[in-house]
């Protein structure tokens, strides 16, 4: 069974950090691109960042600099290292890829996170 599970959310302050974390099960990991999207209220879902499986990384503009996408393919897990965290970051985190052998989309039940003080 292909899913994705995650974890880390939390109430964190303003320039505080959190790392998400989000552990695969059921495909072959190593082999597949690996996304982070956000939704927060009342908009839409948008792709945060992007780990291929070769390692390579890109970011939302609105993230840069402040936040980091890493995976451990021996753990079959993608991580969002997120610091200097703005309210604006409030969303509810998903953790995502594409199988293209007949599965198509896969996404996780989301983690969410809040950036209050």
């Known amino acids: 069974q292909v899913q994705l599970v995650e974890s880390g959310g939390g109430l964190v302050q303003p320039g505080g950090s959190l790392r998400l974390s989000c552990t695969a099960s059921?495909?072959?990991?190593?082999?597949?691109?690996m996304n982070w999207y956000r939704q927060a209220p009342g908009k839409e879902r948008e792709l945060v960042a992007k780990?291929?499986?070769?390692?390579?990384?890109n970011y939302a503009d609105s993230v840069k600099g402040r936040f980091t996408v890493s995976r451990d393919n021996a753990k079959k897990m993608v991580y969002l290292q997120m610091n200097s965290l703005k309210s604006e970051d409030t969303a509810v985190y998903f953790c995502?890829?594409?199988?293209?052998?007949?599965?198509?989309?896969?996404w996780g039940q989301g983690t969410q996170v809040t950036v209050s003080s």
């Open positions: 780990i291929t499986a070769g390692g390579s990384t």
């Open positions: 059921g495909f072959t990991f190593s082999r597949y691109t």
């Open positions: 995502n890829t594409y199988i293209s052998t007949g599965v198509g989309p896969v």
